[in-house]
């Protein structure tokens, strides 16, 4: 006879996973700050951090927020689908495997600090610190498979298959993280490149499609009915990917454009599959609010695409506009919401807060980028109209630290016992 699952179990090892993620988050968000300071008073460079420049910093900022915030809530995904809560020992193999995730991530910031960098952007692993991230993977991978196999005979057939085959694609993971960050794979800065091409932002973003429409089906909250459409148009979007020209075609060839508004056609499904009385209530307002910032991602991502909107914006404060609509909107407002769903939290404050907070960080540097190349010696001569803007930045960059701080110390007594009851 196999043993009950230990009471509570899925729910401190959710809590735990919390505790990493909005970590990590809280850390990512701090030299966020510490960045916006360092654009607003460039000299405090000199006078206080001496080695330690911008440059230094930006690391941290991006991967610990790529590797901590924005992955660990996925991995807590995928422990809520493989775990055996049946064994003791399953909060303590939670502990060890984050600890390990996170020890790669401080180790890895201490080398970036001291310039061990590959100088690839979000693949800066290198040297020593080359193999910490992809080790921590593999012993990720070894629980997951451990608790699998122990979960054996309670599985079926079709929900056995299926986390077998998910974990032999996990397994090439670790491999070829290590292996794509070596400099002598492809330069940092490539040559022949003119940028993203409609191919490329296609398939990434078709990546994150496959990762949400994962997490909806092991969480649960996406709509059975709605399930054949989804996927279906997923089959439909990986061959329009195939079809059209990868390499260094233009942005101005009309296959590329044609082929990247296909991304508009998952506004109204993603609403379909997610919605109605599904899940937590208290993660419907984040889901919501994730679908919004994927309504804006998509059609900013197909505005700026554009032939004349795209050579405005590149290489400016508009691409980061992008990347916190991306990451600091869809991603953050997903991950509360997988939280909730997992039971690590409850009804985290701070919703209007951050979520205002990163409203106005996309404006005010989407308005920078699209001035920025007609201005571009204001810019770097610290003008009054630039040093505002970079000031309502570093204001919004504080009032989401707060927000995260809020989320963080929500992982309390407190609030767990308020859950408990609502369960």
């Known amino acids: 006879m196999n043993p009950?699952?230990?009471?509570?179990?899925?729910?401190?090892?959710?809590?735990v996973l919390a505790r990493h993620a909005l970590g990590w988050l809280v850390a990512a968000n701090a030299v966020g700050?510490?960045?916006?300071?360092?654009?607003?008073?460039?000299?405090?460079?000199?006078?206080?951090?001496?080695?330690?420049?911008?440059?230094?910093?930006?690391?941290?900022?991006?991967?610990?927020?790529?590797?901590?915030?924005?992955?660990?809530?996925?991995?807590?995904?995928?422990?809520?689908?493989?775990?055996?809560?049946?064994?003791?020992?399953?909060?303590?193999?939670?502990?060890?495997?984050?600890?390990?995730?996170?020890?790669?991530?401080?180790?890895?910031?201490?080398?970036?600090?001291?310039?061990?960098?590959?100088?690839?952007?979000?693949?800066?692993?290198?040297?020593?610190?080359?193999?910490?991230l992809p080790a921590a993977m593999t012993l990720l991978w070894t629980v997951l498979a451990a608790h699998v196999?122990?979960?054996?005979?309670?599985?079926?057939?079709?929900?056995?298959?299926?986390?077998?085959?998910?974990?032999?694609?996990?397994?090439?993971?670790?491999?070829?993280?290590?292996?794509?960050?070596?400099?002598?794979?492809?330069?940092?800065?490539?040559?022949?490149?003119?940028?993203?091409?409609?191919?490329?932002?296609?398939?990434?973003?078709?990546?994150?499609?496959?990762?949400?429409?994962?997490?909806?089906?092991?969480?649960?909250?996406s709509r059975p009915g709605r399930r054949g459409w989804f996927w279906g148009y997923f089959v439909f979007s990986v061959a329009v990917c195939a079809g059209i020209e990868h390499g260094n075609a233009s942005h101005h060839e009309v296959l590329q454009v044609v082929g990247l508004a296909t991304l508009l056609g998952w506004l109204p499904l993603a609403w379909l599959y997610f919605r109605g009385g599904i899940g937590a209530p208290t993660a419907r307002r984040w889901w919501g609010a994730a679908f919004a910032w994927w309504a804006a991602l998509v059609g900013a991502g197909l505005w700026t695409f554009l032939p004349g909107v795209s050579e405005r914006l590149k290489f400016t404060n508009g691409m980061v506009a992008h990347a916190h609509l991306a990451m600091a909107g869809l991603v953050t407002s997903a991950n509360l919401a997988v939280l909730v769903e997992l039971r690590a939290l409850y009804a985290p404050r701070g919703f209007w807060l951050w979520q205002a907070a990163c409203v106005a960080q996309v404006a005010v540097l989407l308005a920078l980028g699209w001035l920025e190349t007609g201005h571009a010696a204001e810019l770097f001569l610290s003008e009054p109209w630039t040093q505002a803007i970079y000031a309502a930045r570093l204001a919004a960059g504080v009032a989401m630290l707060l927000a995260s701080v809020l989320w963080w110390r929500g992982i309390s007594g407190r609030e767990e016992a308020r859950h408990d009851d609502a369960e």
Request: with cysteine; aromatic share 10%; charged share 15%.
């Open 149 to 221: 196999w122990w979960r054996r005979d309670e599985l079926g057939g079709g929900t056995k298959a299926a986390r077998v085959l998910a974990l032999l694609a996990f397994a090439l993971v670790p491999a070829a993280l290590y292996w794509s960050a070596g400099r002598e794979v492809y330069p940092s800065v490539n040559p022949d490149s003119g940028g993203a091409t409609g191919a490329r932002l296609l398939g990434s973003t078709l990546g994150i499609v496959a990762i949400y429409g994962f997490i909806a089906e092991v969480l649960g909250v």
């Open 4 to 15: 009950a699952p230990k009471p509570g179990t899925q729910a401190e090892v959710a809590r």
């Open 33 to 132: 700050v510490l960045l916006a300071v360092l654009l607003l008073w460039p000299d405090l460079n000199d006078e206080l951090l001496g080695s330690l420049t911008y440059g230094r910093w930006l690391p941290l900022h991006l991967d610990w927020q790529l590797y901590g915030w924005c992955a660990l809530p996925l991995v807590g995904v995928l422990l809520a689908w493989c775990l055996d809560a049946r064994q003791l020992g399953a909060v303590a193999h939670t502990r060890v495997v984050l600890g390990a995730w996170s020890l790669a991530l401080a180790l890895g910031g201490l080398a970036w600090l001291g310039g061990v960098t590959s100088g690839k952007m979000f693949l800066e692993w290198h040297d020593w610190a080359r193999p910490l």
